[in-house]
């Protein structure tokens, strides 16, 4: 175990090595031979503006996804609460997005947000002018979130569905027979035992939705301009594509850090629900 | 009475909600499945072309046939502007690739994820948290030092070199979830093959592994399941030799710009396994789902 944590450590020694230097491999082919800058590239994370608005997109995209899709997804398991004809069927084709490999899925949603595609071709039947989806910025936003939600919501569902047929029924019959409306019932039984599933949805969909790039990287290869790029893109754009090894390995870094941290406080509630506490 | 028309409006609302999960999740399948049937005159349309007016196969011969075979057996007429829509090379490469290292990613991943999860399930050794807390960074920002590793050593582009990605990466999944499954074997099973003078690995191999066979195979699917629609890691590291699917999907360009209809023949291609395996596991997918946190 020690080994490991030991082999797991080496990448982000290198990383932060390098973050310290100007490498770039069109200049010196090896890592070692370029000129060491000291905590320059640390520093220079704070004013790039391409590096922060990455961020800040991300972050606006988790913000808009993660409860649209647990609200879309709550609602679609309790409605699909209990036992009728035609259930396994639904829930079936419920969670076929899911199963979607992510870059076909986005390039899908490239074809049918175009000008001739059929989302503008619906919007015209309805009366409605067509929109340039990803040609501005606003609109791209939209495609994305809701290309995001088809492919996620499923997820919600299924973890929620789970959690309302494990719920225990007496308590909920007792309120009715006490004479607590649907609503109420809801409000005050249903809800605050359905906590802890609630929790870990959240938790998880959260912390996937900051790794977004292959939906925006198929959609709209971050455009117009560098509007819909996301820190994921950001970083392979900047570090695989302009090859700046040294600048993209600090943010890297400054990224790895912030996730443990996240990712330390986010783990705690899981394994707290999988060992039942 | 009262009762039972509220039971029949609950149970329209059901099937009014049905109907919308039905339509909204197929739709951007159905449109897939046009494109890929759709000629390349239909591709970039001047109007919206609600299904393929000349449904033709050929994408998806195109796929998995040379241009010079396809054009030898007349599929195509070998006029200038018809050449221009086929690939400089079939996707044959990325799908066999796709198979050996999603497949053989699995592979590692499990041989060495289920013996770390036994290890934390029954001698609480080290510490757990780390394995999911790896699975919460974003991969690009660890790409960066194994992209310097693997150039120093000739990995890149290489089928090794993304098999042991593809085998690093999902294990921490594997370590959680394979754990979960152990948890649910009670110690006493454990103590009752050791009082019998089993030695510990034989009650690993003999004892526990039998008994979470089921818990293995769906573990097993969900690693196929992540390996196989990983964009990210296949992005950074190949560029011809070891490309896979999803990359291959964006790199279907001819003379005259993006092949569409190629691009969704393989999305479609792509779905068959990941859906395949998806609905085999369905009972599995809400505690792989959530790394065993909830039973489902």
């Not at chain 1, 609460?81 to 079936?92: A, E, N």
């Not at chain 1, 959690?163 to 809801?186: C, D, K």
């Not at chain 2, 085998?167 to 454990?190: A, C, Q, T």
Request: hydrophobic share 55%; glycine share 8%.
């Amino acid at each position: 175990m020690t080994v490991m944590n030991f082999t797991a450590m080496i990448p982000f020694a290198l990383t932060w090595y390098v973050g310290m230097t100007n490498w770039a491999p069109q200049l010196t082919s090896n890592w070692w031979e370029a000129d060491f800058l000291g905590p320059l590239n640390y520093i220079r994370v704070i004013p790039d503006d391409l590096f922060l608005n990455a961020i800040g997109r991300t972050l606006l995209f988790s913000a808009i996804c993660v409860p649209v899709e647990f609200l879309l997804g709550f609602l679609l398991a309790y409605v699909f609460m209990g036992d009728f004809f035609g259930k396994k069927f639904f829930v079936l084709i419920a969670i076929v997005p899911m199963m979607v490999v992510p870059a076909a899925g986005g390039y899908t949603f490239y074809l049918m947000f175009i000008k001739l595609g059929p989302i503008n071709g619906l919007l015209n039947i309805l009366g409605f002018n067509s929109i340039p989806f990803l040609m501005v910025t606003k609109w791209a936003y939209v495609a994305i979130i809701l290309a995001d939600i088809w492919q996620w919501t499923p997820f919600i569902f299924l973890i929620m569905g789970a959690a309302l047929l494990g719920l225990p029924q007496e308590p909920i019959n007792a309120a009715y027979v006490l004479g607590a409306s649907r609503w109420h019932t809801f409000r005050t039984v249903v809800l605050p035992m359905l906590r802890r599933p609630t929790m870990i949805a959240l938790i998880l969909r959260t912390v996937e939705s900051f790794k977004l790039f292959d939906y925006p990287f198929m959609m709209t290869g971050g455009g117009p301009g560098y509007t819909t790029q996301t820190i994921s893109m950001h970083l392979y754009e900047a570090g695989f594509r302009y090859l700046k090894y040294g600048p993209t390995a600090a943010q890297s870094i400054v990224i790895l850090l912030t996730m443990a941290i996240v990712g330390f406080y986010a783990v705690k509630p899981l394994r707290a629900a999988q060992r039942g506490e | 009475m009262e009762q039972r028309l509220e039971n029949i409006i609950n149970l329209i609302i059901k099937y009014i909600f049905g109907l919308g999960v039905v339509f909204f999740a197929l739709f951007p399948i159905y449109w897939m499945f046009t494109m890929a049937l759709k000629p390349s005159i239909e591709w970039i349309p001047t109007q919206v072309h609600w299904w393929p007016w000349n449904p033709t196969l050929l994408n998806f011969m195109v796929l998995f046939i040379p241009k010079e075979t396809i054009l030898d057996w007349g599929l195509v007429e070998a006029s200038h502007a018809a050449m221009l829509t086929l690939p400089h090379e079939t996707a044959t490469k990325s799908i066999i690739n796709s198979l050996i290292l999603s497949t053989g990613g699995t592979l590692i991943a499990l041989f060495i994820g289920t013996t770390a999860a036994y290890a934390l399930s029954r001698y609480k050794a080290g510490s757990d948290y780390l394995f999911l807390t790896f699975r919460m960074l974003p991969p690009i920002a660890i790409l960066m030092p194994i992209v310097i590793w693997f150039s120093t050593i000739h990995l890149l582009d290489s089928l090794p070199g993304m098999l042991l990605l593809y085998g690093l990466f999902p294990m921490p999944f594997v370590v959680w979830l394979m754990r979960s499954f152990f948890d649910d074997i009670p110690p006493e099973v454990d103590e009752a093959a050791l009082i019998d003078g089993a030695t510990p690995p034989q009650v690993f191999t003999k004892v526990a592994l039998p008994l979470v066979r089921g818990g293995l195979a769906v573990t097993a699917l969900f690693i196929f399941i992540l390996n196989w629609s990983d964009l990210v890691v296949a992005l950074t590291i190949t560029h011809r030799h070891a490309i896979t699917i999803p990359v291959q999907i964006g790199l279907f360009e001819a003379d005259v710009g993006h092949l569409y209809g190629l691009m969704s023949a393989l999305g479609i291609v792509a779905i068959i396994p990941t859906l395949g395996f998806g609905l085999a596991i369905q009972k599995y997918l809400v505690r792989g789902l959530t790394f065993g946190a909830i039973k489902g």
